[in-house]
């Protein structure tokens, strides 16, 4: 870029290429976006001159010049501009709500420099990005004869999937479930209708969730609610080698594991295992005979992650040979 002054460019007294237009601070312009800042402290036309050189190389490709005009009143200023903007969380669609005022007329610049078309006269605009990124957004408010402008970054982040957790199992109803996320566009529809992110169980049973997000990301998570109001100890088996109820103990699906020891009525240890072991009947491998047995149970659910001690009894039945 090659700075003023240029030839046959007359400056009246007091103005130089340096100091064209009164300000604090000086006309300053950014050349990598050719943004003009200046605030001005004098009435009065001004019209300054720019010239750019384009290299490839070191060898000039392309020169374009731009004369701008100001036109600085002493303006009362009924016109604010200002603006908010939405979380980009649909994709790179942004939605620009406009709350200035005394304004007319609107000029946004949308601050993406891969194109010259990122503007717009509409009030509240909506502009879709190229990409995620930081990108610096001008809007000039105007109301006929004065006008103001506010600049501001607005950052456009890539589109996120949506993860609302994993299946679950908990132990007791009424229960109240919170999908843990921070997601504002997020939608809910659980098995029992409601479209909350908090629900409230009265009884146990199994639920599901359905969560979408922007209608193109979708998550799925089953709870289930367990009841261990009504667990005892099984009381009976039948090792007769007929494939029902051959071992010992069935536990149902609300128990993660156990320990358990048998003993017989002189309190003779017949059975011992631990990690959900399971006994066949047997004692030295050779069949204990029909009865009752005394059973030592230590099991782990959801409620008790160091364990619950049982007693109880089992009787052992066995068809006669």
């Not at 007319?104 to 949308?110: G, Q, Y």
């Not at 494939?243 to 002189?266: A, H």
């Not at 059973?295 to 068809?319: A, H, I, Q, S």
Request: glycine letters at 8%; proline letters at 6%.
């Amino acid at each position: 870029v090659t700075p003023p002054p240029f030839p046959q460019v007359n400056f009246s007294s007091g103005y130089s290429a340096a100091f064209p237009i009164d300000g604090v601070p000086n006309l300053s312009i950014n050349w990598q976006t050719g943004l003009l800042q200046l605030t001005p402290t004098r009435q009065g036309q001004f019209v300054i001159g720019i010239l750019v050189k384009e290299y490839r190389k070191g060898v000039v490709v392309g020169i374009t010049r731009r004369d701008y005009q100001f036109n600085v009143l002493n303006c009362q200023f009924k016109v604010v501009s200002t603006y908010k903007t939405n979380d980009s969380a649909c994709g790179y669609k942004m939605n620009f709500n406009n709350n200035s005022s005394g304004a007319k007329s609107f000029k946004w610049n949308f601050g993406d420099t891969l194109t010259e078309y990122d503007t717009s006269s509409q009030q509240s605009p909506e502009y879709t990005y190229p990409g995620a990124g930081t990108y610096s957004v001008k809007l000039i408010a105007c109301d006929g004869n004065c006008c103001d402008s506010t600049i501001s970054t607005v950052t456009v982040l890539e589109p996120l999937g949506i993860d609302i957790g994993k299946d679950t199992t908990f132990c007791t109803a009424p229960f109240s479930y919170t999908i843990d996320t921070k997601d504002t566009v997020a939608k809910y529809l659980w098995s029992t209708g409601d479209t909350t992110p908090v629900v409230e169980f009265s009884q146990p049973g199994t639920y599901w969730v359905k969560a979408s997000r922007c209608n193109t990301d979708y998550d799925t998570i089953t709870l289930s609610i367990q009841d261990f109001n009504d667990f005892t100890i099984p009381n009976a088996f039948s090792p007769n080698d007929d494939g029902y109820n051959d071992l010992y103990p069935l536990m149902d699906g609300r128990v993660e594991s156990y320990d358990i020891i048998v003993y017989n009525r002189w309190g003779e240890k017949m059975f011992e295992a631990k990690d959900n072991g399971l006994w066949d009947g047997k004692f030295k491998n050779q069949e204990v005979p029909p009865g009752v047995y005394f059973v030592l149970l230590k099991y782990k659910d959801c409620r008790t992650p160091d364990g619950v001690e049982m007693r109880g009894t089992v009787t052992l039945f066995r068809e006669t040979k």
